[in-house]
């Protein structure tokens, strides 16, 4: 039987391997997400564009000669696969893209036109913390789902901040905040992705008293910790 070697730089985010003309190894970790506020506006825009699309459909089927049930159908598998689509394209839209540059020396982060650069020395290592409008967010949906309820009416209000978090770096006992991620799997990924590319430049600069990983990893590795498969 033949066994699949999985790089664990493969998967998402997008992680690209490569060395400076003095052979130092350097990362190129490019993740390309949606932070909370936009994952809230995609949501508003899909809605609009699907009652759009409805109404199209809609449009379509009582427009035809002698609607039935065949053209009921086909409007209805229009709409469905409209919808599918619309959400993938809305999403693919709004994701923001980070750029992290990972050497021996610094780390490198480049959102949009903000560049900022790190000791990569001082860093200890990469986590995840809740967002900070998370508590504020939990605490506002509580108070309408009571007044609804006092009303009569029951609401589930979408929650955004508590489903999103930030990826940070422990710098000598600080805390620097590098991107926020909506969705806890892909934010996890990412923060798992550093972690691995710090250990490996560690091992490439012979900094002892780490994992032993090797530099060469897709020769080694089976799995990519926290990766998330291109689908």
């Known amino acids: 039987m033949q066994t699949h070697r999985t790089s664990p730089l493969s998967g998402k985010p997008t992680t690209r391997a490569r060395n400076d003309r003095h052979g130092k190894l350097i990362f190129e970790i490019t993740p390309r997400v949606l932070t909370p506020g936009r994952a809230k506006l995609a949501d508003r825009v899909h809605s609009g564009l699907s009652a759009l699309t409805f109404v199209g459909c809609s449009f379509a089927f009582f427009g035809s000669p002698d609607p039935g049930l065949r053209e009921f159908l086909h409007a209805g598998a229009l709409f469905a696969i409209g ?136 020769r080694e590795w089976q799995g990519a910790p926290g990766g998330l498969r291109d689908e």
């Open 83 to 218: 919808h599918v689509a619309l959400r993938f394209a809305v999403e693919t839209a709004l994701r923001t893209k980070t750029e992290i540059i990972m050497t021996n020396e610094v780390i490198s982060v480049r959102h949009w036109w903000n560049r900022r650069e790190y000791d990569r020395a001082l860093i200890k290592g990469f986590s995840l913390l809740q967002h900070d409008k998370a508590e504020t967010e939990r605490f506002n949906q509580e108070f309408e789902k009571a007044q609804a309820a006092s009303q009569g009416n029951v609401i589930q209000p979408t929650p955004y901040y508590l489903k999103s978090f930030i990826v940070i770096a422990s710098f000598v006992g600080q805390r620097l905040d590098l991107l926020s991620v909506y969705g806890q799997k892909e934010a996890a990924a990412i923060a798992a992705r550093l972690q691995l590319c710090h250990m490996l430049l560690d091992e490439d600069a012979g900094v002892k008293g780490r994992s032993g990983v090797s530099a060469k990893p897709e």
